[in-house]
Nanobody
Framework: QVQLVESGGGLVQVGGSLRLSCAAS????????IGWYRQAPGKQRELVAR???????NYADSVKGRFTISRDNAKNTAYLHMNSLKPEDTAVYYC?????????WGQGTQVTVSS
């Protein structure tokens, strides 16, 4: 059974930092591309960052220079380090793993940035 479990969300003040974790089980983690997505109320889910199986990364323009995605294949875990948080970063953050045709999602973790 495949599971992606996000953790690390919470309430943080503007300018603060959080580190989200995505712990995977039931997959050969190192083979999967891992993405972090977010969905704010009333908005579509959007890609925040992605890291390939080889370690290449890409980011949404809105988070470049503030967020860093990383992975630890030995721990079957991916991370999203978020710095200089803004109110517009408030959303539910989801972890996604892809190794076509396999595509899995976590249940999400809430991030709230208060001003």
């Amino acid at each position: 059974q495949v599971q992606l479990v996000e953790s690390g969300g919470g309430l943080v003040q503007v300018g603060g930092s959080l580190r989200l974790s995505c712990a995977a089980s039931g997959i050969t983690f190192s083979m999967y591309s891992i993405g972090w997505y977010r969905q704010a109320p009333g908005k579509q889910r959007e890609l925040v960052a992605r890291i390939s199986s080889g370690g290449s990364t890409n980011y949404a323009d809105s988070v470049k220079g503030r967020f860093t995605i990383s992975r630890d294949n030995a721990k079957n875990t991916a991370y999203l380090h978020m710095n200089s948080l803004k109110p517009e970063d408030t959303a539910v953050y989801y972890c996604n793993s892809i190794f076509r045709p396999y595509d899995y999602w976590g249940q999400g973790t809430q991030v709230t940035v208060s001003s």
